[in-house]
């Protein structure tokens, strides 16, 4: 890959946009080339700075990868506001979500592989974690709150909405995962696959 041309310098007071065109840079090449394919040098050369210049913003490589997981959550989460706009009927609402989740996932798969894969700077940071406030709870909240209203309007059997939130997340999850990777087995429609998911995981009646 040939060297990044050298970039000019920020002016004083614009640190923060030089902070953002390293991130775009480690975000294009996690879609290039996944995790393992990301250092900071690659990074640093990407953006067209120096290496030891992403000191001055990040730690260490981890917390450039963080800042791509926020980032990407963000971009996850307003995806699901567009694709759920407008929509009043919880289950078609919940069913919705859950095709934008799975499109958001084939579409863009290295970063959203490295959404799971970029483990915590210090995982201490994580023992009060809940469901409110973990990363990616906005996304989330997408699957918890769509069952919750479905069992409000009486179109779900759930008596457990986390545990069923996450069951569906976990099936989602897998199911993003292995279509990506699994080309050869005869999937079904994605529609009627999904369709079958939701039905049995948010326990929708009728």
Known sequence: MPHAARRAPNRRGQGGHLR???????????????????????????????????????????????????????????????????????VVRLRTAIRAYVDFGLQQPNQYRVLFAVPPADRRDQVDKDMGTMTGADAFAFLLDGIRDCVAAGRSRSEDPETDATALWLALHGYVGTRATLHDFPWPADDKLLDTLVRNLAQLSG
């Open 20 to 90: 953002e065109e390293i991130v775009r840079a480690a975000a294009r090449l996690l879609e290039e080339s996944g995790v393992d394919g990301v250092t900071l040098r690659a990074v640093a050369r990407s953006a067209g700075i120096t290496a030891p210049s992403i000191y001055a913003h990040f730690a260490d490589l981890n917390d450039v990868l963080q800042a791509v997981v926020d980032n990407t959550f963000h971009a996850l989460t307003t995806h699901l506001h567009h694709a759920v706009d407008g929509v009043t009927d919880p």
